[in-house]
């Protein structure tokens, strides 16, 4: 009975500054825009893995590929299946030299890194952890 009671506060002070954290910090969404510019440009749209094909939808903060606002510039990778389900996502900061995915049979590769450069591979298809991490909250920025 103590336990259940001990676990219950614990669960109670742990809920409560999330909740706080995530309605009034994070209540301001964020909208990434021109989908298809940064989809064209990055080389996104549909490809073919191991016979499935995936569409792979590129947008940016910013909302608009240049060498102006590339500092500032935060692009969101989301793969979807040809049917429209979200299979992955990931956040990463747009890279000049690295802005072409690039694809082999079974991954797709982005430039990652705070804008270092450098180049993170994703396995595709996109596995179960994947899935659940697109349907998710992004707890930080």
Not at 74 to 95: D, K, P, T, W
Not at 106 to 112: F, T
Not at 115 to 125: C, D, L, S, V
Request: include cysteine; charge should be negative; aromatic fraction near 14%.
């Amino acid at each position: 009975m103590i336990i259940k009671r001990l676990l219950r506060g614990l669960l109670i002070l742990t809920a409560i500054p999330y909740f706080f954290w995530l309605v009034l910090i994070r209540a301001d969404p964020i909208y990434y825009q021109k989908c298809e510019l940064y989809t064209e440009e990055m080389n996104g749209g549909i490809h073919t893995f191991q016979g499935q094909q995936y569409n792979i939808v590129l947008c940016g903060l910013a909302g608009g590929i240049d060498p102006g606002n590339i500092q500032d510039d935060e692009i969101l990778l989301s793969v979807y299946s040809m049917q429209g389900e979200l299979l992955a996502e990931r956040y990463f900061e747009f890279a000049w030299e690295l802005r072409e995915l690039e694809y082999g049979n079974n991954y797709l590769i982005y430039a990652d890194g705070d804008g270092a450069g450098f180049e993170t591979r994703m396995a595709m298809p996109p596995t179960r952890l994947d899935w659940i991490r697109a349907r998710l909250p992004r707890l930080w920025p």
